[in-house]
């Protein structure tokens, strides 16, 4: 069996995200988040880029860590304007934090830590071991997928 939500976002996605939005979308392989996040990270990129913040900073990664926990991963560029910074800085943290709040399998509010221990691997040898945030409706989806 094989994991439907994957830590990683979905290729075709990714490429339609790097057509457009260009260099201002991390490669592939520094994006590790499950797909159910995509639309948020879209929404991201559309704000960064409709307020052209891609010339004030790079995004390097985002990535899930745990579950509810988030990281993006953002430096500004040298000499970037202290009079912007607060307004970037801002959307940064408010993604961030709506990321790391969000169902890791549809987006919707986080409600549940569900986890995988080892003993997944009895069944599955190649199962993705971790804690996922899901909200109630995934959480019982996932937890019977196996019926």
Wanted: hydrophobic residues 40%.
């Amino acid at each position: 069996m094989s994991d439907r939500f994957p830590l990683r976002p979905d290729e075709t996605w990714h490429a339609e995200m790097r057509a457009r939005y260009g260099d201002a979308v991390p490669a592939l392989e520094h994006m590790r988040f499950r797909r159910g996040l995509q639309t948020l990270v879209a929404d991201f990129f559309e704000q960064f880029h409709d307020r052209e913040y891609q010339r004030l900073v790079a995004v390097h990664s985002i990535v899930t860590r745990n579950a509810g926990f988030v990281v993006l991963d953002a430096r500004g560029h040298f000499g970037l304007p202290y009079g912007e910074y607060g307004a970037v800085d801002a959307l940064l943290s408010t993604t961030q934090e709506r990321l790391s709040e969000a169902c890791e399998h549809c987006g919707a509010v986080g409600e549940i830590v569900a986890k995988t221990g080892l003993e997944a691997l009895l069944d599955d040898p190649d199962a993705a071991l971790g804690d996922r945030l899901l909200c109630n409706e995934c959480y019982e989806k996932w937890r019977h997928r196996d019926d």
